[in-house]
């Protein structure tokens, strides 16, 4: 089992940015991937960003330029530095990862972006 810990939600004004953080723990032997997902209220859940253990990055259109997503392989940990925060990117933002062929999700963490 994979146990994953977010924490940095919360509310901003446009504009304003956040960070979070998710921290993984439990039986991991190599993390492949970590990644970060989204769901606005009566949207489809989307990818925002994903890195691999190398260091590659991955961004959705909407995101790109303004949130940056890093790890840390010695804590188990990935960030989302989000920038330029703008009402459209409210949602409840999961991270989650890939392990042994598994995909293990957080329990999610609410953005608001309202002025």
């Known amino acids: 089992q994979v146990q994953l810990v977010e924490s940095g939600g919360g509310l901003v004004q446009p504009g304003g940015s956040l960070r979070l953080s998710c921290a993984a723990s439990?039986?991991?032997?190599?993390?492949?991937?970590m990644a970060w997902s989204r769901q606005a209220p009566g949207k489809q859940r989307e990818l925002v960003a994903s890195?691999?253990?190398?260091?590659?990055?991955n961004y959705a259109d909407s995101v790109k330029g303004r949130f940056t997503i890093s790890r840390d392989n010695a804590k188990n940990t990935v960030y989302l530095q989000m920038d330029s925060l703008k009402p459209e990117d409210t949602a409840v933002y999961y991270c989650?990862?890939?392990?042994?062929?598994?995909?293990?999700w957080g329990q999610g963490t609410q953005v608001t972006v309202s002025s």
């Open positions: 890195i691999t253990k190398g260091g590659s990055t």
């Open positions: 989650h990862v890939l392990v042994g062929g598994l995909v293990y």
């Open positions: 439990g039986s991991i032997s190599s993390i492949v991937v």
